[in-house]
């Protein structure tokens, strides 16, 4: 059984940094791209980061690029967000998913992020 | 960035009533995903290559579409449905969700 199981959010002041991480399991890991995908409250959803099944290449859109870094350990099948320069509008949880081609077919619970002074 | 408008942003549909969640993108796609979401819980793969029904999802869904319209449709709404539904592109970076549209039961 695939499962996604993320972790290490909180509540974190604005400009400081969080780290979220991602165990897989029930797959072999580094056969898959993984992405993260938020989801503010109440609002739709917003890609934030992918990272090839290597780790050798990774993508974001402008609202995180910068501030924001994807990384894979397969030995340890775990995915990490580094998330620096935090924002108010980076609240949202954050979900960890398996990437099929261009979508996602396993989505774990999700972890909430909420920067506040 | 492609751009996914969807349409109706909420509908309420009876059981037995068909229903059919439309998404437009500003420039034209491959393929269309579409994912649903229930109150609290995470989202899930429901419609992938425009028209492949996601394991378990029953066949009274359906989805259709090229360029820049696509459509998910419920042939008999029953009321495990009521759910939010997005629909997701990544013919072109960056990927992009529509806003989703809420299915409620009437």
């Known amino acids: 059984e695939v499962q996604l199981v993320e972790s290490g959010g909180g509540l974190v002041q604005p400009g400081r940094s969080l780290k979220l991480s991602c165990v897989a399991s029930?797959?072999?890991?580094?056969?898959?791209?993984m992405t993260w995908i938020r989801q503010a409250p109440g609002k739709g959803l917003e890609w934030v980061a992918s990272i090839t099944n290597t780790g050798g290449s990774t993508y974001y859109p402008d609202s995180v690029k910068g501030r924001f870094t994807i990384s894979r350990d397969n030995a340890k099948s775990t995915l990490y967000l580094q998330m620096n320069s935090l924002r108010s509008e980076d609240t949202a949880t954050y979900y960890c998913t398996r990437g099929v081609g261009d979508y996602f077919d396993y989505w774990g619970q999700g972890v909430m992020v909420t920067v506040s002074s | 960035e492609i751009v996914l408008t969807q349409s109706p942003t909420t509908i309420a549909a009876s059981p037995g009533e068909k229903v059919t969640i439309t998404c437009r993108a500003s420039?034209?796609?491959?393929?269309m995903y579409w994912y649903q979401q229930k109150s609290g819980a995470s989202p899930k793969l429901w419609i992938y290559?425009?028209?492949k029904l996601a394991s378990g999802v029953p066949n009274r869904f359906s989805g259709s579409g090229s360029g820049t319209s696509y459509s998910l449709t419920i042939n008999t709404m029953e009321t495990e449905d009521a759910a939010t539904y997005y629909c997701?592109?990544?013919?072109?970076?960056?990927?992009?969700f529509g806003s989703g549209t809420k299915l409620e039961i009437k």
């Open positions: 420039s034209s796609v491959s393929y």
């Open positions: 029930g797959f072999t890991f580094n056969n898959y791209w």
């Open positions: 290559d425009t028209s």
């Open positions: 997701q592109q990544w013919s072109s970076t960056p990927l992009t």
